[in-house]
C-alpha cells in the first residue's frame, strides 16, 4: 500500500538542522546567521522531490507514521514525505517502506556528491534513530534519485545512544552561544573552507553522532 504522511506544525529542532549541526557547529552557525544560497543543483533537488511526491501521492492514502506501522501488519506499506518526530527532533522522511515492524527508510540526493555529504549520512541516521520509536528493526540508506546506494546501515545502540549524546551537545551549544568548527574530510566540500578559523577543542569528542556516520562511501 502507497500512502503520503499529513502535514504536521511542529516546534522541535529539524532533522536538517541537527544533521548540520553534528556536520559542523560553525558552518551550522554560520548558515543560520548568514543564511544560505541556493544552488543550481539544490533547486534541481527539490524539483525531483516535488516530482516524485506528485507521482507517489496520485492514488495514496494519507496517514500518519502510527497508523502505517500498523498496516503494515497487513501487507508492505511505502510512504513519502512522512512526517516523523521524538518531541525534540522531526522531519519529514523522504521514503519509508515498514513491513511486519521492519523499516528502511531512504534519504534521497540528487547528485552524487551531496550523498556522500556526511550531513546525508547524519539525516538519515537521525530518521532512523526516531524512527525506532514505532519499530524495532530499522535500516537506513542515502541514494541518489538514480537508487545509486551511498550509505546503508542498521540503527542498533550505538546509533541511539550517539543520537541522544548529539543532542545534548546540540542543546548546550544553544545554551552556551559556543559552535566551534569540527573540521574533518567533509571540510572539502565546505563553502566556507577559506574563510574557516579551524580552531581545535578536544571538547568535540562529545560528537558521537558524527563518529558513527564515518567516512566511508558505502557501510554494510
Ligand atoms: S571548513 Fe570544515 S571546520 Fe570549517 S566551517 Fe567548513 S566544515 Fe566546519
Known amino acids: ?30 548558515e543560520k546567521v548568514v543564511g544560505k544560497r541556493k544552488t543550481a543543483a539544490m533547486k534541481r533537488g527539490l524539483e525531483l522531490h516535488r516530482e516524485r511526491y506528485l507521482l507517489h501521492r496520485e492514488g495514496a492514502a494519507e496517514m500518519d507514521i502510527e ?12 510512504g513519502v514525505e512522512v512526517w516523523i518526530d521524538d518531541g525534540e527532533v522531526g522531519g519529514f522522511v523522504d521514503r519509508v517502506e515498514v513491513e511486519e515492524g521492519r523499516a528502511r527508510v531512504v534519504e534521497y540526493k540528487s547528485t552524487p556528491r551531496s550523498a556522500s555529504w556526511k550531513t546525508s549520512k547524519l ?19 542515502v541514494r541518489t534519485f538514480e537508487e545509486e546506494l551511498f550509505f ?28 566551534p568548527p569540527l573540521p ?32 566511508g562511501r558505502v557501510q554494510l
Open 1 to 30: 500500500m502507497r500512502f503520503v504522511g499529513r502535514r504536521r506544525g511542529s516546534s522541535v529542532t529539524s532533522v536538517t538542522d541537527l544533521a548540520k549541526f553534528l556536520t559542523c557547529p560553525y558552518l551550522f552557525l554560520r
Open 184 to 215: 574533518g574530510p567533509h571540510c572539502r566540500y565546505c563553502p566556507l573552507r577559506k574563510s574557516c578559523p579551524l580552531f581545535k577543542s578536544s571538547s568535540l569528542l562529545f560528537m558521537g553522532v558524527s563518529e558513527v556516520a564515518g567516512d
Open 67 to 78: 497508523e502505517a506501522v500498523e498496516a503494515s501488519w497487513r501487507g508492505k506499506v511505502i
Open 123 to 141: 539525516q538519515a541516521l537521525i530518521y532512523g534513530a526516531i524512527l525506532r520509536r514505532y519499530v524495532d528493526y530499522v535500516v537506513v540508506e
Open 152 to 179: 546503508r546501515r542498521q540503527i542498533d545502540g550505538a546509533v541511539l545512544e550517539a543520537y541522544e549524546k548529539g543532542k545534548e551537545a546540540f542543546r548546550r551549544s544553544i545554551d552556551t552561544g559556543v559552535f
